[in-house]
């Protein structure tokens, strides 16, 4: 079995989806549950663009191991210094520069020539080795770069000491044949000595889990991913696709360092932590995965699950004999879930996560999953506004009044407003108070599972002064949800 290399840009190119930000706290709860998933490397930040993923980076390096440490840059002398000194902590360590290599970025992007860029590439990746062994060079925009011009910028940096050359599918590009081709190419056409090819593909057309697998049955021995392929634009490659798919056709001779039983726990910690729910109809960790209502697929998976499905739900760690949780279920049940959701909480946290399940648990009959890492992340939140109490009134027929009672750090304001709905009435009652300029450019409500006694989820995209403020919130109740998330979005500007 030859073996793959898992790359994880959940903490760089991942958290650079809008309203998916994540604390250092955050970050390196991420990082340690993609230790324990068992990736290769970890990409955990750009330190040159601020001082928190400066930070993060640093503290990343602490907290991890044995994975690879990995920091972006472009081709920028200053980029590569403060690089180094990020992961100076890192006991394995990477620095991943790079250089936009397509004819659009050169001509558009860079005002420069073919011959200049491979001497900036160059450059970056001997500065980069005077500060660590291990150096990955990115060709941006690789999927648009003409095969022999792609080659003899490859060739110049591996002879400069690249250990990684990155061939990124930027835009989503190209087609599965064309990407594994252009892979094949460099392949066959530069002397790696003994460096290896890396795919970075984005899903702009659906395609990056295609063109990753391409890649790799044409010699690429690294895989970049996200943990539920999230990203920019339409995202990234999905590391719990490309490991399954790998894993379900041993017949081609690769293998991964990826601990498979723990991919859903980390899709969840991560989805959770980002606000970032997981479509249902999401290959390997979508809720509908391995659900059948087909009568003629429950049949045939009555008369055997492999008629219907190829994975064994078991090996990526959703366990078909899971406890229960209801409104009588104990602390230790509460904790053992916690715990296959990736979720460790001491004596004291787990006290206060009990209160709030045993609530929860009289609201809702059916709690899932989701509904307690929701929980556990409205629990985590310390903002300078909480909403101490709403009330509204609603109905056919009826005016529509809220009434709403704020602690703003530590003081109660109270207000009343009526509107064009309750959620309408009860955001009005929350400006009286904060009297700040907002408008809402985005309100997304989501039920986590189903029912009309669901957990719903609300994201928010809030204006304020011309920044945009994401905030969250999940409830039972849809308007108290509303609030929540309105609230946490004020909290970010006025903190």
Same mark, same amino acid.
């Given at each position: 079995? =030859?073996?793959?290399?898992?790359?994880?840009?959940?903490?760089?190119?991942?958290?650079?989806?809008?309203?998916?930000?994540?604390?250092?706290?955050?970050?390196?709860?991420?990082?340690?549950?993609?230790?324990?998933?068992?990736?290769?490397?970890?990409?955990?930040?750009?330190?040159?663009?601020?001082?928190?993923?400066?930070?993060?980076?640093?503290?990343?390096?602490?907290?991890?191991?044995?994975?690879?440490?990995?920091?972006?840059?472009?081709?920028?002398?200053?980029?590569?210094?403060?690089?180094?000194?990020?992961?100076?902590?890192?006991?394995?360590?990477?620095?991943?520069?790079?250089?936009?290599?397509?004819?659009?970025?050169?001509?558009?992007?860079?005002?420069?020539?073919?011959?200049?860029?491979?001497?900036?590439?160059?450059?970056?990746?001997?500065?980069?080795?005077?500060? +660590?062994?291990?150096?990955?060079?990115?060709?941006?925009?690789?999927?648009?770069?003409?095969?022999?011009?792609?080659?003899?910028?490859?060739?110049?940096?591996?002879?400069?000491?690249?250990?990684?050359?990155?061939?990124?599918?930027?835009?989503?590009?190209?087609?599965?044949?064309?990407?594994?081709?252009?892979?094949?190419?460099?392949?066959?056409?530069?002397?790696?000595?003994?460096?290896?090819?890396?795919?970075?593909?984005?899903?702009?057309?659906?395609?990056?889990?295609?063109?990753?697998?391409?890649?790799?049955?044409?010699?690429?021995?690294?895989?970049?991913?996200?943990?539920?392929?999230?990203?920019?634009?339409?995202?990234?490659?999905?590391?719990?696709?490309?490991?399954?798919?790998?894993?379900?056709?041993?017949?081609?001779?690769?293998?991964?360092?990826?601990?498979?039983?723990?991919?859903?726990?980390?899709?969840?910690?991560?989805?959770?932590?980002?606000?970032?729910?997981?479509?249902?109809?999401?290959?390997?960790?979508?809720?509908?995965?391995?659900?059948?209502?087909?009568?003629?697929?429950?049949?045939?998976?009555?008369?055997?699950?492999?008629?219907?499905?190829?994975?064994?739900?078991?090996?990526?760690?959703?366990?078909?004999?899971?406890?229960?949780?209801?409104?009588?279920?104990?602390?230790?049940?509460?904790?053992?879930?916690?715990?296959?959701?990736?979720?460790?909480?001491?004596?004291?946290?787990?006290?206060?996560?009990?209160?709030?399940?045993?609530?929860?648990?009289?609201?809702?009959?059916?709690?899932?999953?989701?509904?307690?890492?929701?929980?556990?992340?409205?629990?985590?939140?310390?903002?300078?506004?909480?909403?101490?109490?709403?009330?509204?009134?609603?109905?056919?027929?009826?005016?529509?009044?809220?009434?709403?009672?704020?602690?703003?750090?530590?003081?109660?304001?109270?207000?009343?407003?009526?509107?064009?709905?309750?959620?309408?009435?009860?955001?009005?009652?929350?400006?009286?108070?904060?009297?700040?300029?907002?408008?809402?450019? =985005?309100?997304?409500?989501?039920?986590?599972?189903?029912?009309?006694?669901? +957990?719903?989820?609300?994201?928010?995209?809030?204006?304020?002064?011309?920044?945009?403020?994401?905030?969250?919130?999940?409830?039972?109740?849809?308007?108290?949800?509303?609030?929540?998330?309105?609230?946490?979005?004020?909290?970010?500007?006025?903190?």
């Amino acid at each position: 079995m =030859e073996k793959v290399y898992v790359f994880d840009t959940t903490l760089r190119d991942g958290e650079q989806v809008p309203g998916c930000q994540l604390n250092t706290i955050e970050k390196i709860q991420v990082a340690k549950a993609l230790e324990l998933l068992g990736v290769d490397v970890i990409e955990a930040g750009f330190p040159i663009s601020s001082p928190g993923d400066f930070n993060s980076v640093v503290e990343i390096s602490k907290a991890v191991t044995w994975p690879v440490i990995c920091a972006l840059t472009r081709a920028v002398d200053k980029d590569i210094e403060v690089a180094a000194e990020a992961l100076k902590f890192a006991k394995r360590k990477r620095i991943h520069t790079g250089i936009g290599t397509s004819d659009y970025h050169i001509k558009y992007k860079f005002n420069s020539n073919r011959d200049e860029i491979i001497e900036r590439a160059i450059y970056a990746v001997k500065l980069s080795r005077r500060y +660590v062994d291990d150096v990955e060079f990115y060709a941006e925009d690789a999927g648009r770069t003409d095969n022999e011009y792609l080659a003899c910028v490859v060739q110049a940096v591996v002879d400069a000491g690249a250990t990684v050359v990155n061939i990124p599918d930027t835009t989503g590009y190209c087609f599965p044949q064309e990407y594994g081709a252009k892979i094949k190419y460099l392949i066959d056409h530069v002397d790696m000595k003994n460096a290896i090819l890396s795919t970075h593909c984005h899903q702009d057309l659906g395609m990056a889990t295609a063109n990753s697998l391409a890649g790799v049955l044409n010699g690429a021995r690294q895989v970049e991913v996200t943990i539920n392929g999230i990203g920019e634009r339409a995202g990234n490659t999905s590391l719990e696709e490309v490991v399954m798919a790998l894993k379900s056709h041993k017949e081609l001779g690769y293998e991964t360092n990826i601990n498979t039983q723990k991919i859903y726990s980390t899709s969840r910690l991560v989805s959770a932590l980002m606000s970032m729910p997981v479509q249902p109809n999401k290959a390997i960790v979508g809720r509908n995965a391995f659900a059948h209502s087909s009568g003629i697929h429950q049949d045939g998976v009555l008369k055997n699950v492999q008629t219907y499905e190829i994975i064994d739900p078991k090996d990526v760690g959703i366990d078909d004999n899971a406890i229960v949780l209801t409104a009588r279920s104990g602390r230790a049940a509460l904790k053992s879930r916690l715990n296959l959701l990736g979720v460790q909480l001491d004596n004291g946290e787990l006290d206060d996560a009990y209160q709030k399940f045993l609530e929860l648990a009289d609201k809702k009959k059916d709690i899932k999953d989701d509904d307690i890492l929701s929980m556990i992340g409205r629990q985590s939140k310390s903002h300078r506004i909480k909403v101490e109490y709403l009330q509204v009134t609603c109905g056919v027929g009826v005016r529509h009044v809220a009434s709403i009672g704020l602690n703003i750090a530590g003081e109660h304001f109270e207000a009343s407003a009526t509107g064009n709905g309750p959620v309408d009435a009860a955001i009005k009652a929350v400006k009286r108070i904060i009297s700040r300029e907002t408008v809402i450019q =985005e309100f997304l409500i989501q039920a986590i599972n189903r029912g009309s006694d669901d +957990v719903g989820k609300v994201h928010m995209q809030v204006e304020h002064k011309g920044s945009l403020y994401y905030g969250f919130s999940a409830n039972t109740d849809i308007v108290a949800a509303s609030v929540e998330a309105f609230v946490d979005a004020v909290n970010k500007f006025a903190e």
